[in-house]
């Protein structure tokens, strides 16, 4: 079996390549990915080390390198990470989120239709469906909910949803679409809420929280998304779109104070922010078709998640490090030096 794997050096496809190796030892993995400021070669160093295992620097929009590797490697998956995905970066700067998330993903999909994948899998978002009251806790995100974009990055991600099925539907392409809550574990880029709070907080720095910090997002420890996305395109339906959710509905607030309490840290770092634009109320997913069709539950509660995910970034601060006083320090003063 040969799998692609498209953004295999970023936060979620580098805890599925490692969780593909160890269940699936026989099948032979490629990894394509552009390494941009949030792909890491160093992450995918253990991985490299398997003989079954190939990394292919390039990106998912250059129509000619992609069609030469699908060409080279036959792939039976193909699994969509790739993508540009932060909500602030996309607000200050859209047009990169269109080209890699919908023109990236037209790319691939066309090399899926050529080369006869017998599974194509679009990873995206619940970010896709806008936002749901905070005063209705009985409302969920199903695969029925219309899409309600609120950003540049969910749109673009809605987009490429979107082309995706119009490929199932008009060139018969084997297809799968996933939309997953917030996803958190090891080697997640530090720009993201929880790792932000935990690097920060190590230094005793101020911890930016958005607005009053009510904002509620549903969080999902990464190996439980992996776990999905496996049953997904190994047993799941053609055609069809699911939902992957925790039911670990948290304030952003209450995420802030648990990471402070764990590493005992004062509240005071606590630094509220002006609000970001368009800044959804809260994300809550109903994964009920996931759990009905394919047997899946997540297995990690948020407390026993939120203490692994500390103790990676406390056993793994040369990864970490390397990037907050790198580019991303930059990045980060221009992000937050006139809030």
Same mark, same amino acid.
């Given at each position: 079996? *040969?799998?692609?794997?498209?953004?295999?050096?970023?936060? /979620?496809?580098?805890?599925? /390549?490692?969780?593909?190796?160890? *269940?699936?030892?026989?099948?032979?993995?490629?990894?394509?990915?552009?390494?941009?400021?949030?792909?890491?070669?160093?992450?995918?160093?253990?991985?490299?080390?398997?003989?079954?295992?190939?990394?292919?620097?390039?990106?998912?929009?250059?129509?000619?390198?992609?069609?030469?590797?699908?060409?080279?490697? !036959?792939?039976?998956?193909?699994?969509?990470?790739?993508?540009? @995905?932060?909500?602030?970066?996309?607000?200050?700067?859209?047009?990169?989120?269109?080209?890699?998330?919908?023109?990236?993903?037209?790319?691939?999909?066309?090399?899926?239709?050529?080369? !006869?994948?017998?599974?194509? =899998?679009?990873?995206?978002?619940? &970010?896709?469906?806008?936002?749901?009251?905070?005063?209705?806790?009985?409302?969920?995100?199903?695969?029925?909910?219309?899409?309600?974009?609120?950003?540049?990055?969910?749109?673009?991600?809605?987009?490429?949803?979107?082309?995706?099925? @119009?490929?199932?539907?008009?060139?018969?392409?084997?297809?799968?679409? @996933?939309?997953?809550?917030?996803?958190?574990?090891?080697? =997640?880029?530090?720009?993201?809420?929880?790792?932000?709070? /935990?690097?920060?907080?190590?230094?005793?720095?101020?911890?930016?929280?958005?607005?009053?910090?009510?904002?509620?997002?549903?969080?999902?420890?990464?190996?439980?998304?992996?776990?999905?996305?496996?049953?997904?395109? =190994? *047993?799941?339906?053609? !055609?069809?779109?699911?939902?992957?959710?925790? =039911?670990?509905?948290?304030?952003?607030?209450?995420?802030?104070?648990?990471?402070?309490?764990?590493?005992?840290?004062?509240?005071?770092?606590?630094?509220?922010?002006?609000?970001?634009?368009?800044?959804?109320?809260?994300?809550?997913?109903?994964?009920?078709? /996931?759990?009905?069709?394919?047997?899946?539950?997540?297995?990690?509660?948020?407390?026993?998640?939120? @203490?692994?995910?500390?103790?990676?970034?406390?056993?793994?601060?040369?990864?970490?490090?390397?990037?907050?006083?790198?580019?991303?320090?930059?990045?980060? &003063?221009?992000?937050?030096?006139?809030?």
């Amino acid at each position: 079996m *040969k799998v692609l794997i498209t953004g295999g050096a970023g936060f /979620i496809g580098s805890n599925f /390549i490692y969780y593909m190796q160890e *269940k699936y030892p026989d099948y032979y993995i490629v990894c394509l990915d552009a390494l941009t400021y949030a792909g890491n070669f160093e992450t995918l160093e253990h991985a490299m080390k398997k003989s079954n295992f190939r990394f292919v620097k390039g990106n998912i929009a250059d129509r000619e390198s992609v069609f030469k590797l699908f060409e080279e490697e !036959g792939f039976n998956i193909v699994i969509n990470f790739a993508a540009e @995905s932060h909500v602030d970066r996309s607000i200050k700067d859209p047009e990169i989120f269109l080209k890699a998330n919908v023109l990236g993903t037209q790319v691939l999909l066309d090399a899926a239709k050529e080369y !006869g994948v017998d599974r194509f =899998h679009q990873v995206s978002t619940d &970010e896709v469906y806008g936002e749901l009251p905070i005063d209705r806790p009985d409302l969920f995100f199903t695969e029925d909910t219309p899409l309600q974009c609120s950003s540049p990055y969910s749109a673009s991600k809605a987009s490429a949803d979107l082309l995706t099925f @119009s490929y199932y539907k008009t060139y018969k392409l084997p297809i799968s679409i @996933s939309r997953c809550s917030n996803n958190y574990g090891p080697y =997640h880029f530090p720009e993201k809420l929880i790792p932000l709070m /935990i690097t920060r907080a190590l230094y005793e720095q101020p911890l930016p929280v958005y607005g009053d910090g009510n904002n509620v997002r549903d969080w999902l420890y990464v190996e439980d998304h992996c776990r999905a996305i496996d049953l997904i395109i =190994h *047993k799941g339906r053609v !055609g069809e779109v699911y939902n992957v959710g925790g =039911h670990n509905e948290k304030t952003n607030l209450e995420v802030v104070k648990l990471i402070l309490k764990e590493l005992n840290k004062p509240e005071s770092l606590i630094n509220f922010v002006a609000d970001r634009p368009g800044h959804d109320l809260r994300y809550a997913i109903d994964p009920s078709k /996931i759990q009905l069709e394919l047997g899946w539950q997540p297995e990690t509660l948020f407390s026993e998640g939120i @203490s692994k995910t500390i103790r990676w970034y406390l056993d793994n601060s040369k990864w970490w490090k390397s990037i907050v006083n790198g580019e991303y320090r930059q990045y980060y &003063e221009r992000m937050y030096k006139e809030k």
